[in-house]
């Protein structure tokens, strides 16, 4: 039974900080490039950071890249998001997502895209 869970999201103020994660089971985590997506109300979903579990390799969007760091504990089989600097627009439900390919930046946004996909954590901002 496959399953990524997320935690850790809330309500901070701007310039705060969180540490979002992504507990994985039901697949070799190992294989996977895992991703965290946010999507605002009435908004585009965004792509934020990727991480390749099999050597550590990351990448970020551009309006994070900076403020939030992807990390893993391979160990756990769970994926983190360190969010610093939060600003308001940053407020969004975000999701961890596992793909077993790469993903080009315009990618990231589709949820056609990934293997898996988990149920969100709402990051509030204000």
């Known amino acids: 039974h496959v399953q990524l869970v997320e935690s850790g999201g809330g309500l901070v103020q701007p310039g705060g900080s969180l540490t979002l994660s992504c507990k994985a089971s039901g697949f070799t985590f190992s294989y996977y490039w895992m991703y965290w997506v946010r999507q605002a109300p009435g908004k585009e979903r965004e792509g934020v950071a990727a991480?390749?579990?099999?050597?550590?390799?990351?990448d970020y969007a551009d309006s994070v890249k900076g403020r939030f760091t992807i990390s893993q504990d391979r160990a756990k089989n769970t994926v983190f998001l360190q969010m610093n600097s939060l600003k308001p627009e940053d407020t969004a439900m975000y999701y961890c997502?596992?793909?077993?390919?790469?993903?080009?930046?315009?990618?990231?946004?589709?949820?056609?895209?990934?293997?898996?996909w988990g149920q969100g954590t709402q990051v509030t901002v204000s």
């Open positions: 997502a596992a793909s077993t390919s790469p993903l080009f930046r315009v990618e990231w946004a589709s949820p056609l895209r990934y293997n898996f």
């Open positions: 991480l390749l579990t099999r050597g550590g390799t990351t």
